[in-house]
């Protein structure tokens, strides 16, 4: 089970790298950049999302009123480079992949500082992660999808 938990990691640091949950929104245009996408930006009812489309997936990066990256959320060819996508965060989801037994299942990490949910499979991955004590009020969790 130890290598498999290992895999999964050196799989998931494998992909480009993205915007940094809990960061300032200025990351966006350098993940843009880095993905060679299209960005749009919408507003919603207490915060906006930046999408970025490229030819590998898209990345939604939840922005709050405060200019802050509370959530994320990928679909695509591949799974994104985690540890660039999650920042400071990172070590508290590697240390509960390495503690996880099941790995042919969705990647599933919650606690009340992060929440992570990866799965799909090979051309066909999907996920998110956010912080819940960054999201807005008014704004619940389900958003970031």
Not at 13 to 22: D, I, K, R
Not at 46 to 55: A, D, F, L
Request: glycine residues 8%; without cysteine; proline residues 5%.
């Amino acid at each position: 089970m130890k290598i498999a938990a290992v895999i999964l990691l050196v799989f998931f640091a494998a992909a480009p790298s993205w915007a940094v949950l809990g960061q300032r929104v200025q990351s966006v245009h350098s993940d843009q950049q880095r993905m060679r996408g299209q960005l749009r930006s919408v507003s919603r009812q207490g915060y906006t999302v930046q999408q970025i489309t490229s030819p590998g997936g898209v990345v939604n990066e939840y922005v709050s009123p405060d200019g802050i990256v509370f959530g994320v959320s990928w679909q695509g060819l591949t799974v994104p480079n985690l540890s660039q996508l999650l920042g400071s965060y990172f070590k508290q989801f590697q240390q509960a992949a390495r503690s996880s037994a099941k790995r042919r299942h969705a990647v599933v990490f919650r606690t009340d500082q992060l929440v992570v949910e990866s799965g799909g499979h090979m051309r066909g991955f999907r996920g998110r992660a956010y912080v819940p004590a960054l999201i807005p009020r008014n704004v619940s969790p389900s958003v970031v999808q």
